[in-house]
């Protein structure tokens, strides 16, 4: 089995373009992928004009939030999705505490995503290291809630191993491309459970990480637990 923990459908920021539910699951099950975690960046970025359809049944939803939410009527959702280096948002304000507080009561995952594509390609509206450090200590300050922070490379992840070794914090392999063999050097760096297969479709192709994963020289153990067994845990799910 393999779980995607990083996959979009909807509208996105800048030049990614709209696409279906349906057409974005495509994508992973012809890689081989049997269940996506997706959201809908047409809600995180306040489009709300475009009708994506019904869910296929092997898409895990969770809910894509713009600074604008309303924490009092979140979806009924696996999780709660987040785009601080895109948007401007405010970690300490009241409003972010109800937030907080409804995922801690749910249950629900909280998803901060670093970049969604290559900041070049896509050029980020706060600095990467200024949204880690605030990611930072709002996940000290709260650290029974559930945080998964997509997106980061593995020069972050080194230069943040106090963060991202957290017990309250997974991360996904969506952007961990560098250095050569970068995926064994990272679980050197963080304990293997708290890292999550991503493959960043539809803006990347699942192709390239799913080939990392499998021919990487980590344990199977190791391989498994990324494959799927880490997400299939955190959520709650039985293969």
């Not at 081989?32 to 359809?53: K, M, P, R």
């Not at 064994?184 to 479709?201: Q, Y």
């Amino acid at each position: 089995m393999i779980i995607d923990f990083n996959v979009h459908f909807g509208a996105g920021p800048g030049a990614i373009e709209r696409r279906s539910a349906r057409a974005c699951y495509e994508m992973p099950r012809a890689a081989g992928i049997d269940l996506c975690v997706a959201s809908d960046l047409a809600t995180a970025f306040d489009d709300f004009d475009f009708e994506q359809g019904p869910l296929p049944p092997n898409i895990i939803l969770f809910a894509g939030l713009s600074p604008r939410f309303n924490a009092s009527s979140l979806p009924t959702a696996k999780g709660v999705r987040i785009y601080p280096t895109y948007q401007q948002w405010r970690f300490d304000d009241a409003e972010s505490a109800r937030l907080l507080a409804q995922c801690r009561e749910r249950r629900m995952i909280v998803q901060i995503y670093l970049r969604l594509q290559d900041p070049r390609a896509l050029p980020v509206s706060v600095a990467i290291g200024e949204v880690i450090k605030q990611a930072h200590k709002l996940i000290q300050a709260n650290a029974d809630v559930r945080f998964v922070i997509s997106g980061a490379s593995y020069a972050e992840v080194r230069q943040n191993v106090d963060l991202f070794g957290r017990s309250n914090v997974w991360t996904d392999i969506s952007h961990i491309q560098h250095p050569i063999n970068s995926l064994p050097k990272l679980v050197e760096l963080i304990d293997s459970s708290r890292v999550l297969f991503g493959s960043g479709a539809p803006v990347m192709y699942p192709y390239a990480n799913l080939y990392r994963v499998i021919n990487s020289s980590i344990s199977p153990a190791a391989r498994e637990r990324i494959l799927w067994r880490n997400a299939a845990e955190l959520l709650g799910i039985t293969p």
